[in-house]
């Protein structure tokens, strides 16, 4: 579904150079739930910006459906970033002016999606809240909106980055477990977290460090799973 | 999710940008309004003024003597057709309101006392209508036939009420319905009597002839009273144009002097506001960096992004374009009641002003709006997405 191959990335800051990935192969099949874990700093952000299509590597490629993605037009692009993929952030990036039906309506990549939003407001028990703005919300309704906006368009490929890392525990076991049932439901996901709830929903394992992957020995055509 | 809705939400939300923007925009429509419609009214009042002050240009037969002319009348005189044939030539462009004039002292004016008076006779043919240049309001001497306009100095022999009356060249007795008594102060005509042509050449025999053209040279100081000569001397090499240095000057000068100011205050009101607004947007960009690279992880286009930002620009725009015509144009009148005396009651709304204004303000706000666009085009979503802040 899903191939990363020979990627790396490296930042400057002024005359600082940093590698953030380096040499990362790895292949992601449909239906996986992966959990990236790593200390600060060792590129799991950027390895998930690389794959959802927002950073473009240096050197390698990111494989989906047959195609590189980088080497399409930028039209291609943005039509994998609308439907194959779904984001969700720590921070929620909820839009403030939008209420919380209008910020999941942003996310619908087609008019047939705006018909999903009520089932999933009541799956997530947002339904009271949705004509509310995001500063009228708990933290934990609001990444269940941001969770909601980012599958609305039923996306092959849910990317998210620490979704749990400003969540109480009642709040991370509730999101999680609306990730995991979107996993249930064919989707595959890529998930960053240091929360070892995550870990307890993940069918494979990538532990990043320095940019590079540990690669478990005997393992080098998919060197994260366990 | 309606991409225009979002717009209007977000200029709803960040209601002190848009109103700062809003109030730019008003601003500099405004002044350009109000410079534009008071300039034009500007140009009305000059146009009163020197009509007060009489044309200046005048074509007498070449070889006249203008102290003859003014003091004995014994000039050549010319047909009056003349002022048809100028009319209706397609070179002759370099001066308008052309009135065919004929001028004569009459040394024997018995008032209904029995004095005589030496008196001088004016009569005026209608403006002539140029043919091949667009219509313009008639400014030449206005008189109705079988009327006449009574000179100060000439109304203070003629009783109230009563007709003016002259003995023709006929020896017959000439009665004329005093329209006017002019007000003291116009020179010549102080001591004169304006008929319409007309009635004047019926009175003293002299039936389609002329001495004098009266005409407006519009600029005079970029050479066009050289074209003037020129363009009359291709057509009637026997007369020669003269021309009225001070009432030039001041028409000149006035006219220059507004728009020197309207070239100056409106330009420099329009880019300071627009540079204001390039920094308030570019603000605007700044404080929605996090929505903006949500869009694009999302999937949003380029185009998308610059159509958030610029159709906010356009509504602003095209908003306080037509708030600041409003407001400029009450300005104009508010304020031109008090500088303009005889044209105040002119001063209005400049309709045609008002298109440009739709047009114009949405299109230059949308411009100033364009590198904060391009600039929101070219976030990068990754970084802004996973930044604390």
């Not at chain 1, 910006?49 to 399409?72: A, F």
Request: charged share 20%; hydrophobic share 45%; glycine share 8%.
């Amino acid at each position: 579904m899903l191939e990363i191959s020979h990627v790396s990335k490296r930042f400057r800051r002024g005359a600082e150079v940093f590698d953030a990935l380096t040499d990362i192969n790895f292949v992601v099949h449909k239906g996986d739930f992966i959990a990236i874990s790593g200390p600060s700093g060792s590129g799991k952000s950027t390895l998930l910006n690389v794959i959802g299509g927002l950073i473009r590597p240096d050197t390698g490629s990111v494989v989906y459906g047959g195609k590189s993605i980088y080497e399409q037009e930028g039209r291609f692009l943005n039509a994998y970033r609308r439907r194959e993929v779904g984001f969700v952030f720590q921070q929620f990036h909820l839009v403030p002016f939008l209420t919380v039906a209008e910020n999941i309506r942003l996310g619908c990549a087609q008019r047939s999606d705006v018909e999903a939003i009520g089932r999933l407001l009541g799956e997530c028990s947002l339904e009271k809240v949705k004509d509310k703005y995001p500063s009228e919300l708990s933290v934990g309704e609001k990444q269940r909106a941001a969770f909601i906006r980012a599958i609305i368009s039923a996306p092959a490929i849910l990317l998210a980055d620490e979704p749990t890392g400003n969540l109480d525990p009642r709040n991370s076991d509730i999101l999680m477990d609306l990730i995991a049932e979107f996993h249930r439901n064919g989707g595959t996901v890529l998930l960053v977290s240091h929360a070892p709830v995550a870990s307890g929903h993940a069918t494979r394992k990538l532990q990043l460090d320095l940019g590079r992957i540990l690669t478990p020995a005997g393992d080098p055509g998919c060197p994260a799973l366990h | 999710m309606n991409p225009f809705r979002l717009v209007i939400k977000e200029l709803l939300y960040r209601k002190i940008n848009s109103l700062v923007i809003l109030l730019t925009v008003i601003v500099a429509s405004s002044v350009s309004v109000a410079v534009y419609t008071l300039s034009k009214a500007s140009e009305n009042e000059t146009r009163k003024i020197m009509r007060e002050q009489g044309l200046n240009l005048y074509l007498f037969p070449k070889g006249t003597n203008l102290i003859d002319f003014y003091s004995v009348n014994q000039t050549e005189t010319f047909p009056e057709h003349y002022v048809d044939v100028l009319a209706e030539s397609k070179t002759f462009d370099a001066v308008r309101h052309l009135t065919g004039v004929l001028q004569m002292r009459y040394p024997e004016w018995r008032d209904a006392n029995g004095s005589v008076h030496q008196i001088v006779l004016f009569g005026y043919r209608d403006e002539a209508e140029q043919k091949y240049l667009p219509r313009q309001e008639t400014m030449g001497f206005d008189v109705k036939k079988g009327t006449v306009q009574l000179g100060a100095l000439v109304a203070r022999n003629v009783g109230p009420g009563e007709p003016f009356v002259i003995t023709g060249a006929d020896g017959r007795s000439y009665e004329f319905v005093v329209d006017k008594r002019l007000q003291e102060g116009m020179g010549m005509r102080d001591q004169g009597v304006s008929f319409h042509l007309e009635d004047l050449q019926q009175l003293l025999g002299m039936e389609g002839r002329i001495n004098k053209i009266e005409a407006l040279g519009c600029v005079c100081r970029d050479g066009r009273i050289k074209n003037a000569r020129s363009q009359v001397q291709a057509i009637f090499p026997d007369l020669e144009v003269t021309e009225i240095k001070n009432i030039a000057d001041a028409r000149e000068h006035q006219r220059s002097m507004m728009n020197r100011y309207g070239a100056f205050i409106i330009p420099l009101v329009v880019l300071s506001a627009l540079l204001i607004t390039g920094l308030l947007f570019h603000q605007n960009v700044n404080a929605r960096k996090k929505e903006i690279g949500l869009l694009i992880a999302m999937g949003r286009s380029s185009g998308a992004i610059l159509f958030m930002i610029l159709s906010k620009a356009y509504i602003l725009g095209f908003a306080g374009g037509v708030a600041g015509f409003f407001a400029g144009t009450w300005i104009a009148e508010y304020f031109g009641k008090e500088i303009f005396q005889f044209t105040a009651w002119s001063i209005g709304p400049v309709w045609t002003l008002f298109y440009y204004t739709l047009f114009l303000f949405p299109l230059l706000w949308m411009v100033a709006s364009w590198i904060p666009a391009l600039l929101a085009t070219r976030i990068d979503a990754a970084k802004i997405l996973n930044s604390d802040a």
